[in-house]
C-alpha cells in the first residue's frame, strides 16, 4: 500500500527513481549528498579505498532495487523500545472520525438566519470607530465603541471584531466567551473556530475542544481542502492529548490514505513528515520494518526532520531488510559525530550479529589518514572499540586524539573493570580524559558494586600502573570520599601533576572543607587546576570566595575559555550579575570552551536575562551560533517544541540525547517534566529501565529511575527495597536515596538518624563534618555526642573559618539547648564586629535566638547588616516571619535590624519594611518603637510612601501605619499613631474622622475628644461619606436621634448612604447597622428592618465562612507576608460583629421583643455597649 510509487501523488512529483531513494537515505542519515569523500589537501585515496565505496555503491544500489524482505528480526528501535505498540482497527476515514466528535449542542455547522431589519447608524459608527482604533494598534480603546455597537445591534460581525481585540489586550476568558457564543449560534469563521478550538485545548477542555475542531474540518473539507488540512492538525493534538496515542495513530493512518494522499498533500511539508515519521514508528512498534521503512523514507523527502532522529531509525529498517551495504554507504557519507540513540543502535546492531566490515575500514583508513577526523573515529569507536584500539598503535602518539584514546578503555571494558580501570590509568592526561575515560567506565555493563569491589582489590592497587588517579575519582562520584582520599593519599606521582590536584580539590569541594580546596597547591600555574579550584568552592558552599577567585582568575589568565565559564559559574549565583553571567559564558566560548556544562551555563543566564540580549552583541552571537551546532542544536530545539506544546517532538528530540553523559542530567530534567505532561510515565520508567540494563552503574540514570518511582503508589515496597541495596552497598547513593525517601516520614527518625551517621563516618575530619556532627547530635537529643563535640566546635576561630562555615557555626551554635551556644555565637558576633563587616541574616536569627528581651537588641547597636547576596540565601524577611510563630518579639528585633539592609526597600527585600512593622506592631511594640522604626528606615532610605501607597508626609504615613495597628487588633496603638498624626497641622479630614472615631469607645474624657475631632473632620469635609457616618454615629451615641434633626444621627448617616450610593461604594454592614439602630430610635422602623435585613441577606449572598476566613488570611499574606492575627478574629471585628447583632435585632423582633439597639452613652454609663452584643 505505502510503496515507492505511493509517493508520486503525496509528494506530487512524477518519478522517484531507486537510486534517488538510496541518496535519500544519505541525506537523512548525515544532512549531506556527496557522492564520494572528498579528499583533503595533499591527501591522496587509495586505489583499495576507491573500490571499496563503488562496491559499497553498488551493492546499496541493487539492495534498493530489491523487493523488499525481511531477513532479521531486531527488536524495536531504542528510542522506541519503551513504547507500547498502537492498536486500533483500521478503517475509519477522517470525516467518520470528524463526525464521532463533532456535538451540535456546542457547535453549529449550518448558518444562522438573517437578522431582520436594518442596523441603526449608532451602531455602525461604534463597529466602525473601534474597528479603526484596533487597526490603529489601540485594542484597549476600541472596547468600549464595539461594546456600544453589540448593544446598539451591529451583531456578530462586531463580536467577532470585539473578540480579536480582547485578545489583543490578553483577555483571553472574554474572547472564548465571544466565540463560543458564535459557535453555538452557527456564525462563527474559521478563524473563530480556530482561535476557539486551540484555547479550548490550552484550557484543557478536551471535550469541547475536539467538538469544535471536528466542526471545523467537517465544514471546511468539501469546500476548501487547505484550511481543513490545517483542522487536522489540531484535531490530530487534540485527540492525543485527550485520548492517547492509540486514538492518534488511527486518525493519522486515515490521514496518509484519506482521498488517494491528497489530504496530506494539503499539509505543510513539515507537518508531512512529522506524520509519516511517527507512522513509520507504529509500524516499527508493531514488527512491520518494510512498512517503517518506506514511511521514513518517505518523511525524509519532505525535509524538516532532524537528521539525527531519522538516521538511527533508517538503519534500523536497513538492517531488518539486510540492506547492510545501504547501512554502510549512509554511514560513511556521514560526516556528523554519532549521538546517543546512534551508539544505542549500533549495540543492537552487535547483537543482533549485524556485521559491516567494509564500513570498519573504510573508517580506519579514515582516520590514518586524518587523525583528527572526529566523525570517523568516533563512528569506529562505537562500532568496533577494539579495532579503533588497535589502530592507535600504528600512529604518533602526539598525534592520537582523545576521542581514540578513550577506545582504549572501551576495548578493554570487556576484559573487566580491572582491566578497565588500568587501561584508563594510562591514556588519562588531562582533566578532560580523565572525565570521559571514568564516565565509559561508568557506563559500562557492570554494576557499581561490581566495579567498587574492583578499585579496592588488591591486585588493582598494587598494579604497575599508577591507578590511584581513576579510582580516586571513581570512588568519589559513589559518594566514598574517604576512600577516594585514601586511593589518592596512596600515589606514587607528583603531587604537582595538574588532574591529580583536580582530584584533591573536587574530594575537598564534596566534603564541603574549603580549606582543602585552598589548600592544594597553585603551582605550577594550570588553567584547568584553577577553574577547577573556583568550581570546588561553588561546590563547598562558598560563593563569595570563588566570586572573587574568579575575578582574579580571568585577570591572571584572559585567555582561557575555562577560567572564564569559571567566572561565570561563580557569578550566576549572586543576584543581579545576570548579564556578567552570560558575558562570561560566551567569552568562554568564544574561547574553545565547548563543555556542555558551559553551553547550559549560557543558555540558563540568556533565560534569566529575558529579552535583554542583543542579537549582534558577543552573547547574542554566541547564543545564535551554540543553537546551530549539532551536537546542542537538538536541546534548543527541543527547549523550542516544549514553548510551542509540541511535547511529542519535544520527547523524540531528548530521547536521542539520552546516551550523551555530558548532557544526560540536563535532558532528564525535561525529559521527565515532558513524560508528566503527557501521561507516559509509564512509558518514560520503562524507557530509563532499557538504559539501565544496559548502564548498570551509572548514578544520573540510577537517581531518574528513582524518582520516578516516587511517583507510584507502593512507596513501602521501594523503601524495602532501597534498605536491602543499601545494607551491602559499597557506593553511598542508595543510602542518599534513601534518606531522601525517609525525610517525609518523622516515624523514621532513628533510621535517617543512622544514615546520616553512616555518612558523617565516610567523611574526613573537617571543621565542617564537625559542625555537621554537632548538628546531628543536636537534632537527635544525643547529649553524649553533644558534649563530646561541644568543646570541638566552641574552640574553632571565626576569623579562619570561610564565610558560610562561619555563618553556619552561629546558626548550629544557636540551636544548642539552655543557650549552651551562646558563647560561640557571641564569639562569631564580635568577630563582624571586629571587622565591620555586614551581619548576614543567618548570625542576625542566631544572635536572637540566644538572648532574651533588652540585651537582645543592644548587640545590634554597633552592627550593620547585609544584603541577600545570592539566590540560596534566605531574606531577611522570610527568616523574621518564620520566627514569629516561635518567639514574636525575637522576630521583631530580627526584622528592626534589617531595616538598615541595603536591600530593604528593593523587591528582593520580599516586602520587609512593612512587614517589619507589622511584626513589631503584633509583638507588642508601644508607639515609641513603631514611630523609631519609621525613623530609622527613613535615615536608611526607605521610601515609606511608596511602600504604603500613600502621600509623602509623616502624618499621612503614621496613619498609613495606625490602620494596619488596628487590623492587628492594637486599637491602643493605632490610636497612639493617630495621635502623632493629628499633630501635624496640615493633617487632612480622614485622619481627624479616624481618630475620632477610634475615640468613641473611650473613657468620657475620650468621647468629648472624639466629638471635638468629628466635628473638625466634618468642618473640613462636609460632604465625606465616612466622616458623615463617624459624626452621625456619634450624634446617636449622644442622644441625638430625632428624625427632624437635620444635624442628627438618622440624618447624618443617612446622608452617608446615600453619598456611598451616588459613588458608586458599597454599603458597609458596619453603616447599615448605624442607619438601622438610628432608625429605630427615630420611630422609622421599617427602614430600620429593611437596613438590618440587608446586613443579613448580603451575608447570605457572601461565600462560605471557611472561604471569608481563607480571603482575610491570603489579604494578610499578601500585605505583610504571613498571617500576623487569627483571621476569626478579624473577621468577626470587621464583618462578623455588625452581622451577629443584625441577626439578633431581627430576631427579637421575630419573637415581639425590642431588638437590643446599641444603647447611649446615658443609658451605658460608664461606656458604651458593643452593637454586637
Not at 192 to 207: Q, T, V, W, Y
Not at 583 to 597: E, F, K, P, T
Not at 647 to 657: C, E, I, K, P
Not at 741 to 758: N, Q, T, V, Y
Request: with cysteine.
Amino acid at each position: 500500500m505505502f510503496g515507492p510509487g505511493w509517493l508520486e501523488p503525496i509528494c506530487r512529483i512524477h518519478t522517484i527513481p531507486r537510486v534517488l531513494l538510496l541518496g535519500l537515505g544519505c541525506l537523512a542519515a548525515s544532512g549531506c549528498i556527496t557522492s564520494s569523500q572528498a579528499p583533503r589537501s595533499g591527501e591522496t585515496i587509495s586505489i583499495e579505498h576507491v573500490d571499496r565505496r563503488s562496491r559499497l555503491r553498488a551493492a546499496a544500489i541493487e539492495e534498493i532495487e530489491r523487493p523488499p524482505k525481511v531477513v532479521r528480526v531486531l527488536p524495536p528501535p531504542p528510542m522506541l523500545a519503551a513504547e507500547e505498540a498502537t492498536t486500533f482497527v483500521a478503517g475509519r476515514t477522517v470525516r467518520s472520525i470528524a463526525e464521532a466528535h463533532f456535538d451540535p449542542a456546542i457547535i453549529r455547522l449550518d448558518p444562522p438566519e438573517a437578522e431582520s431589519g436594518p442596523v441603526s447608524t449608532r451602531a455602525i459608527r461604534g463597529y466602525v470607530r473601534g474597528r479603526l482604533l484596533l487597526a490603529a494598534g489601540r485594542p484597549g480603546d476600541a472596547i468600549q465603541p464595539l461594546e456600544s455597537a453589540v448593544r446598539d445591534g451591529a451583531g456578530d460581525t462586531a463580536l467577532r471584531v470585539l473578540a480579536i481585540a480582547f485578545d489583543e489586550i490578553g483577555n483571553a476568558a472574554d474572547a472564548l466567551a465571544i466565540r463560543r457564543r458564535l459557535a453555538a449560534r452557527g456564525s462563527a469563521n474559521d478563524r473563530d473556530l480556530r482561535s476557539l478550538g486551540r484555547e479550548l485545548a490550552r484550557r484543557r477542555r478536551s471535550e469541547e475542544a475536539l467538538a469544535v475542531v471536528a466542526a471545523r474540518y467537517l465544514r471546511e473539507v468539501d469546500r476548501r481542502p487547505w484550511i481543513a488540512a490545517d483542522a487536522v492538525r489540531d484535531l490530530m493534538r487534540a485527540i492525543e492529548a485527550s485520548e492517547g496515542a492509540d486514538a492518534a495513530s488511527e486518525l493519522r493512518e486515515a490521514v496518509l490514505v484519506e482521498d488517494d494522499g491528497r489530504l496530506l498533500g494539503d499539509l505543510p511539508a513539515a507537518v508531512r513528515a512529522e506524520y509519516l515519521l511517527l507512522a513509520g514508528d507504529d509500524a516499527a512498534k508493531r514488527g512491520r520494518p518494510i512498512l517503517a521503512d518506506e514511511r521514513w523514507r518517505s518523511a525524509a523527502l519532505q525535509g524538516g526532520i532532524d537528521p539525527a532522529v531519522l538516521r538511527p531509525r533508517l538503519i534500523w529498517s536497513s538492517a531488518s531488510l539486510g540492506r547492510d551495504a545501504t547501512m554502510q554507504e549512509m554511514l560513511l557519507e556521514s560526516n556528523v559525530v554519532p549521538t546517543g540513540v546512534d551508539r544505542e543502535m549500533f549495540t543492537l546492531l552487535r547483537d543482533g550479529g549485524v556485521a559491516l566490515p567494509e564500513l570498519r575500514e573504510a573508517l580506519v583508513e579514515r582516520i590514518l589518514a586524518t587523525p583528527d577526523d572526529l566523525a570517523a573515529s568516533t563512528l569506529l569507536v562505537s562500532l568496533d572499540p577494539k579495532r579503533a584500539a588497535e589502530i592507535i598503535g600504528r600512529m604518533d602518539a602526539a598525534a592520537v586524539p582523545a576521542e581514540l584514546r578513550v577506545a582504549l578503555v572501551d576495548a578493554a571494558i570487556p576484559g573487566g573493570p580491572r582491566s578497565g580501570v588500568v587501561m584508563a590509568s594510562g591514556v588519562v592526561d588531562s582533566t578532560e580524559l580523565l572525565d570521559a575515560a571514568v564516565d565509559r567506565l561508568i557506563s559500562a555493563p557492570w554494576r557499581d558494586q561490581t566495579l567498587l569491589d574492583a578499585l579496592l582489590d588488591e591486585r588493582l592497587v598494587e598494579s604497575a600502573t599508577d591507578t590511584s588517579l581513576i579510582r580516586a575519582e571513581l570512588l568519589r562520584r559513589y559518594e566514598r570520599p574517604g576512600l577516594a582520599a585514601d586511593a589518592l593519599a596512596a600515589a606514587g606521582a607528583s603531587i604537582d601533576d595538574p588532574v591529580r590536584r583536580v582530584v584533591r580539590i573536587r574530594l575537598a569541594a564534596d566534603v564541603s572543607d574549603p580549606a582543602g580546596v585552598l589548600a592544594v597547591p597553585d603551582a605550577p600555574f594550570d588553567a584547568s587546576v584553577e577553574a577547577a579550584r573556583i568550581e570546588g568552592l561553588l561546590v563547598a558552599g562558598e560563593p563569595e570566595l570563588a566570586l572573587a577567585g574568579a575575578t582574579n582568575l580571568v585577570v591572571t589568565a584572559p585567555s582561557a575559555g575555562e577560567c572564564w565559564a569559571a567566572f561565570g559559574a561563580a557569578a550566576a549565583r549572586f543576584r543581579g550579575r545576570e548579564l556578567d553571567t552570560a558575558a562570561a559564558y560566551a567569552r568562554a566560548i568564544r574561547l574553545g570552551d565547548r563543555r556542555w556544562s558551559t553551553r547550559i551555563g549560557l543558555a540558563r543566564a540568556v533565560r534569566r536575562l529575558g529579552g535583554e540580549v542583543e542579537m549582534d552583541s558577543e552573547i547574542g552571537i554566541v547564543v545564535g551560533m551554540v543553537a546551530e551546532e549539532p551536537a546542542f542544536r537538538p536541546l534548543v530545539e527541543a527547549d523550542r517544541a516544549i514553548a510551542s506544546g509540541d511535547l511529542s517532538t519535544a520527547s523524540r528530540l531528548l530521547d536521542g540525547m539520552l546516551e550523551n553523559p555530558e548532557a544526560r542530567e540536563e535532558v532528564l530534567v525535561r525529559l521527565v517534566g515532558v513524560w508528566q505532561a503527557t501521561g507516559r510515565i509509564a512509558n518514560g520508567r520503562r524507557r530509563l529501565e532499557s538504559l539501565l540494563d544496559r548502564h548498570p552503574a551509572d548514578p544520573v540514570l540510577q537517581d531518574a529511575v528513582f524518582a520516578l518511582r516516587q511517583s507510584d503508589e507502593n512507596r513501602a515496597g521501594l523503601l524495602e527495597a532501597l534498605r536491602i541495596e543499601s545494607a551491602g552497598a559499597l557506593s553511598g547513593h542508595p543510602r542518599r536515596r534513601l534518606e531522601l525517601l525517609l525525610a517525609d516520614r518523622p516515624e523514621k527518625d532513628a533510621e535517617r538518624d543512622r544514615l546520616a551517621g553512616i555518612r558523617l563516618g565516610h567523611r574526613p575530619m573537617t571543621v565542617s563534618r564537625d559542625i555537621d556532627a554537632l548538628e546531628r547530635a543536636i537534632g537527635m537529643e544525643d547529649s553524649a555526642a553533644t558534649d563530646r563535640l561541644l568543646p570541638v566546635v566552641s574552640d574553632l576561630d571565626p576569623s579562619v573559618l570561610a564565610p558560610r562555615q562561619r555563618r553556619r557555626l552561629a546558626m548550629v551554635a544557636a540551636t544548642l539547648p539552655d543557650q549552651r551556644g551562646r558563647r560561640i555565637v557571641d564569639r562569631v558576633t564580635n568577630w563582624y564586629r571586629a571587622t565591620n563587616t555586614p551581619v548576614d541574616v543567618d548570625v542576625a536569627a542566631a544572635v536572637v535566638r540566644t538572648r532574651d528581651g533588652e540585651a537582645r537588641w543592644e548587640i545590634f547597636e554597633d552592627l550593620r547588616p547585609a544584603a541577600a547576596a545570592t539566590f540560596l540565601d534566605r531574606e531577611w524577611s522570610a527568616v523574621g516571619r518564620s520566627r514569629f510563630d516561635v518567639d514574636p518579639t525575637a522576630a521583631a528585633d530580627l526584622l528592626r535590624f534589617a531595616l538598615r539592609s541595603p536591600d530593604a526597600g528593593t523587591e528582593s527585600g520580599g516586602g520587609l519594611p512593612r512587614t517589619a512593622v507589622a511584626v513589631a506592631m503584633a509583638a507588642g511594640g508601644s508607639s515609641e518603637l513603631v514611630v523609631s522604626m519609621l525613623e530609622d528606615g527613613t535615615d536608611a532610605g526607605l521610601d515609606w510612601a511608596a511602600i504604603y501607597e500613600v502621600g509623602g508626609t509623616t502624618w499621612e504615613i503614621l496613619a498609613a501605619v495606625s490602620g494596619d495597628a488596628s487590623l492587628l487588633d492594637r486599637a491602643e496603638l493605632a490610636i497612639s499613631l493617630l495621635e502623632e498624626a493629628v499633630a501635624d497641622p496640615e493633617v487632612d479630614a480622614a485622619t481627624f474622622n479616624n481618630l475620632g472615631f477610634a475615640l468613641l469607645e473611650g473613657s468620657e474624657a475620650d468621647r468629648e475628644r472624639a466629638s471635638m475631632m468629628l466635628d473638625r473632620a466634618y468642618e473640613m469635609d462636609a460632604t465625606n461619606p465616612s466622616v458623615l457616618d463617624s459624626l452621625g454615629w456619634c450624634r446617636y451615641l449622644q442622644g441625638r436621634n430625632d428624625a427632624a434633626d437635620p444635624g442628627g444621627g438618622l440624618a447624618l448617616v443617612g446622608r452617608s448612604l446615600r453619598a456611598r450610593s451616588a459613588a458608586g461604594r458599597p454599603l458597609s454592614a458596619e453603616v447599615l447597622l448605624h442607619y438601622g439602630d438610628a432608625s429605630w430610635r427615630a420611630g422609622r422602623r421599617t427602614d430600620a428592618v429593611a437596613a438590618w435585613s440587608r446586613i443579613t441577606e448580603a451575608t447570605l449572598r457572601n461565600e462560605s465562612l471557611a472561604r471569608r476566613l481563607a480571603a482575610f488570611a491570603d489579604f494578610q499574606r499578601a500585605v505583610w507576608g504571613r498571617v500576623l492575627a487569627d483571621p476569626r478574629s478579624m473577621h468577626d471585628r470587621i464583618d462578623g460583629r455588625w452581622e451577629r447583632a443584625a441577626e439578633a435585632r431581627l430576631s427579637a423582633i421575630a419573637e415581639d421583643r425590642s431588638p437590643p439597639v446599641t444603647p447611649t452613652w446615658s443609658e451605658a454609663g460608664e461606656g458604651v455597649q458593643p452593637a454586637s452584643e
